[in-house]
């Protein structure tokens, strides 16, 4: 298996839909990430876990709803989205969150593609 | 709010080609990332500089970080059609935050 795993690469929902971004990371980091990324914007980082703990959770609406039920999974749960999240979210995880005094590497998943109809 | 400020935004060069794209910002980070994202895969981080002056080589890529640790650059020598992707740059502020600054990267196509 590769380092870190995103299902499905693909998906397009209405906005009454409720769906579910599923992220298996395989390389025993302590933390997880969702990131959002949209044409012409930088990545914009949604939420953290770190220890299956939320420990960061930027301005991000409530119709994207997180679970993090052990250290390899996170998923990223979906419900009356709008037109305007339509996006590529990123997985990534890391050996231990980065804050600054820890730098490291955050490996990315390939993606799951969203569009919102 | 820290920006990170990417140029080009797009670059479309020949194979052999040299080029330069750059990372600016007002603000002072403690260390500045490179990733390359190839279509339909996420970012791959190339380098992380961590000290003003700093200059990394990866092969044909050289990365530099500014003296005053607020700017880098991507110098690649020889551009190869596999060089072509999306150039991130992400900044860490040092400040116990868990969030890095993410430019919004450098298009790149290598024509053979």
């Known amino acids: 298996e590769t380092g870190v795993t995103q299902t499905p690469r693909h998906l397009v929902m209405g906005m009454t839909n409720k769906k579910s971004l599923k992220c298996e990371q395989h390389l025993g980091h302590n933390a997880m990430y969702w990131y959002k990324q949209s044409a012409k914007k930088p990545l914009e980082l949604m939420f953290v876990?770190?220890?299956?703990?939320?420990?960061e959770n930027n301005s991000v609406p409530s119709r994207f709803s997180p679970e993090c039920p052990n250290s390899s999974h996170l998923f990223l749960h979906l419900h009356t989205l709008q037109p305007e999240d339509s996006a590529l979210y990123l997985c990534?995880?890391?050996?231990?969150?980065?804050?600054?005094?820890?730098?490291?590497?955050?490996?990315f998943g390939e993606g799951s593609r969203l569009t919102v109809l | 709010t820290q920006l990170l400020e990417q140029s080009p935004q797009f670059l479309s060069i020949q194979e052999g080609e040299n080029l330069t794209v750059y990372c600016n910002s007002s603000?002072?980070?403690?260390?500045l990332q490179w990733y390359r994202q190839e279509p339909g895969e996420g970012p791959v981080l190339l380098v992380t500089?961590?000290?003003?002056?700093e200059v990394k080589k990866l092969k044909r890529l050289t990365f530099q970080f500014g003296d005053a640790r607020k700017d880098s650059s991507l110098h690649i020598t020889a551009a190869q059609p596999g060089d072509t992707g999306l150039y991130l740059c992400a900044g860490d502020s040092g400040a116990g935050s868990y969030q890095l600054t993410f430019g919004k990267g450098t298009k790149l196509s290598v024509i053979p």
């Open positions: 876990y770190s220890l299956e703990e939320r420990v």
């Open positions: 990534a995880s890391s050996q231990e969150a980065l804050t600054g005094i820890n730098t490291g590497e955050l490996f």
């Open positions: 603000s002072v980070f403690s260390s």
């Open positions: 500089v961590v000290t003003g002056g």
